[in-house]
C-alpha cells in the first residue's frame, strides 16, 4: 500500500502561530517536536512530519490518531514507529513552501 501527501508549510506556520502549543501537543509526540526545534526552520520539519502522518493514513486506509504515528529519524533517514512497529518506507522532502511524503507499506 502506498500513501502520499503534500503540505503548504505556510498552512502549518499559520496554525502554529494561531494556535501554538495546543496544536503541537495535539498533533505531534514530544520526539516530533524536539526534533523540529532543533532544526533550522521548525515550521518546514513540522509541515514534512505531517505530512507523512497523512501519507501513513493513507496507505493504511485508516483514519488513525495522530500522536499514534511517530515520524522519528534513523541515520539520515525517516521512518515511522505505530504499536511498536517500524515502518521504514518513508520519505520525505521539503522545498521552501511545501512539505511532501510519501509511505510505502
Known sequence: MVGIDIVDVSRITDILRRYGDRFLYKIFTEEEIAYAR????ADESLAGRFA???AFM???GKKLAWKDINVLQG????Y???QGKIFDGVSISHEKAYAVS???I
Do not use: D, H, L, N
Open 102 to 104: 510519501i509511505v510505502v
Open 75 to 78: 541515520e539520515g533517514k525517516p
Open 80 to 82: 515511522i514507529e505505530f
Open 58 to 60: 493513507k496507505a493504511t
Open 52 to 54: 507523512a502522518k497523512e
Open 38 to 41: 532543533q532544526r533550522r526552520s
